[in-house]
């Protein structure tokens, strides 16, 4: 009975009454369905697309303004590593200015106090000469205000020279 069954209906079968309303009803269901189904998802698919390359446009733009801002920074910091060595040497070559005027300065001023201290020995010692000579001058006019009222002998008149040698080397 069952290879009956299959020998009575065939497996496939094209009824031609039927085949011209199937194509003509998914013609109108194609129709309606790229109609109300198609056109909007592909519009939205499109919409999605046009979002998706702005971001990308956008994404691109803000990595070239970073890298153009990451390349002034990196001249702005040379700049300023320059500027501050500079800086640095301007204020070394000052200060090794000022430390050589005031070593100078130091040195001028320990001439000059040499120079006074010498000049003032030099009078002092000129000072201490005159009052020698002075002395010297007092002890002679007592020497020979002693002879002229004595008369002398070769002991006195040796005495006298002693006396006179101790008296100039008191002085």
């Given at each position: 009975?069952?290879?009956?069954?299959?020998?009575?209906?065939?497996?496939?079968?094209?009824?031609?009454?039927?085949?011209?309303?199937?194509?003509?009803?998914?013609?109108?269901?194609?129709?309606?369905?790229?109609?109300?189904?198609?056109?909007?998802?592909?519009r939205?698919?499109?919409?999605?697309?046009?979002?998706?390359?702005?971001?990308?446009?956008?994404?691109?733009?803000?990595?070239?303004?970073?890298?153009?801002?990451?390349?002034?920074?990196?001249?702005?910091?040379?700049g300023?590593?320059?500027?501050?060595?500079?800086?640095?040497?301007?204020?070394?070559?000052?200060?090794?200015?000022?430390?050589?005027?005031?070593?100078?300065?130091?040195?001028?001023?320990?001439?000059?106090?040499?120079?006074?201290?010498?000049?003032?020995?030099?009078?002092?010692?000129?000072?201490?000469v005159?009052?020698?000579?002075?002395?010297?001058?007092g002890?002679?006019?007592?020497?020979?205000?002693?002879?002229?009222?004595?008369?002398?002998?070769?002991?006195d008149?040796?005495r006298?020279?002693?006396?006179?040698?101790?008296?100039?080397?008191?002085?």
């Open positions: 009975m069952v290879g009956m069954f299959l020998a009575e209906t065939p497996f496939f079968s094209i009824d031609y009454e039927t085949i011209i309303p199937v194509l003509c009803n998914t013609l109108i269901l194609f129709l309606v369905l790229k109609h109300f189904l198609f056109k909007p998802v592909n939205v698919l499109d919409s999605r697309k046009q979002e998706v390359e702005e971001v990308y446009a956008n994404a691109h733009e803000a990595e070239d303004n970073a890298k153009k801002l990451e390349a002034e920074y990196s001249e702005k910091i040379a300023v590593k320059e500027e501050s060595q500079m800086i640095l040497k301007t204020a070394t070559d000052k200060a090794n200015s000022k430390s050589d005027e005031i070593i100078s300065n130091a040195k001028n001023q320990a001439k000059s106090i040499i120079s006074r201290a010498n000049e003032e020995i030099e009078t002092e010692k000129k000072r201490a005159n009052e020698i000579k002075t002395e010297i001058t002890i002679v006019f007592d020497v020979a205000e002693r002879v002229v009222n004595k008369n002398i002998s070769s002991d008149n040796e006298f020279i002693e006396e006179f040698i101790d008296n100039v080397g008191e002085l």
